[in-house]
């Protein structure tokens, strides 16, 4: 016990405890100072990278890659060695990342998921940064691709952060991903009203606005008859496809508004009611209200 008193006393003894620090100090500053030449050139390197890929032409969604595996390589690099000057033995932490890795990934399996499903993305590029897309029930812009997540702006000013995985085992519609896109007005007429002449009032809306692609047919067909009315639909297609919403919300109105002009009937659906008199079995004594 004695001994184990006097060896404490040594430890925690002032004079030893301020030659510790002493001798640790010169260590700290080299990680401080380690630390922020990483930090520097982490964010030095990554600027001169997208200013270089920009120069080359290089998409955004490429870019915002490059940047983020400079981002974490050099960042891991960084602690890495400043861990070093500190005299910890990053061979012994290396190597116990194995079994410590095993734990996380139990533990994190679902952060790990959304990194893999983001690698997978940038691999697969099915959609870049600047996009119109469609994933589930989202609509919106895609405005950041990020190893965990991708950020959507949903068109009234929403920002979403849609995780990775969801991605990878959603169906994902792209408004934008293709050059052109064909947008479809639907409109009901009476039974009675010419097709043909609906036809010709319809594709006058679109020939000759410059909004829609000339050198593609435009088309007016019939997709559904009913008792009442019929549904016409006018398909177009857009010269510039981001504005697809726009267009679309403009277009319906100028069919309504030509429709309303040249008199053609677009009756309501109506539903005729008849009264049915019930008649119960003789002798069966009437319903209690």
């Not at 990934?105 to 099915?126: E, T």
């Amino acid at each position: 016990m004695n001994a184990l008193l006097a060896r404490l006393t040594q430890e925690f003894d002032p004079r030893t405890l301020v030659n510790a620090v002493m001798l640790w100090i010169p260590n700290v500053i080299v990680a401080a100072v380690t630390l922020f030449v990483f930090w520097a050139l982490n964010r030095g390197t990554a600027r001169a990278a997208r200013f270089m890929m920009s120069r080359a032409k290089v998409d955004e969604t490429a870019i915002s890659f490059v940047e983020t595996v400079i981002r974490y390589a050099l960042f891991t690099v960084g602690v890495v060695t400043a861990l070093g000057q500190l005299g910890v033995d990053i061979t012994g932490i290396l190597a116990s990342l194995g079994v410590v890795g095993l734990t996380v990934g139990f533990a994190a399996r679902d952060a790990l998921s959304n990194i893999i499903s983001g690698l997978f993305i940038f691999w697969d590029r099915p959609f870049v940064i600047g996009d119109l897309v469609e994933i589930g029930d989202t609509y919106g812009e895609v405005t950041d691709i990020t190893m965990r997540s991708t950020r959507v702006v949903t068109p009234d000013g929403k920002m979403l952060a849609i995780p990775n995985s969801t991605i990878l085992n959603t169906t994902v519609a792209s408004y934008t991903n293709f050059p052109h896109l064909r947008i479809a007005i639907e409109a009901t007429v009476g039974v009675n009203v010419d097709i043909e002449q609906v036809r010709s009032l319809l594709t006058a809306i679109v020939v000759g606005d410059h909004d829609y692609m000339q050198d593609r047919p435009v088309q007016v067909v019939v997709t559904a008859l009913g008792d009442y009315n019929n549904t016409v639909e006018l398909r177009a297609w857009l010269n510039d496809e981001k504005q697809h919403l726009r267009a679309r919300f403009a277009l319906r109105e100028k069919v309504y508004a030509t429709l309303q002009a040249a008199g053609v009937d677009m009756p309501f659906e109506t539903i005729a009611l008849a009264p049915v008199e019930v008649r119960g079995a003789p002798g069966t004594p009437p319903a209690e209200a």
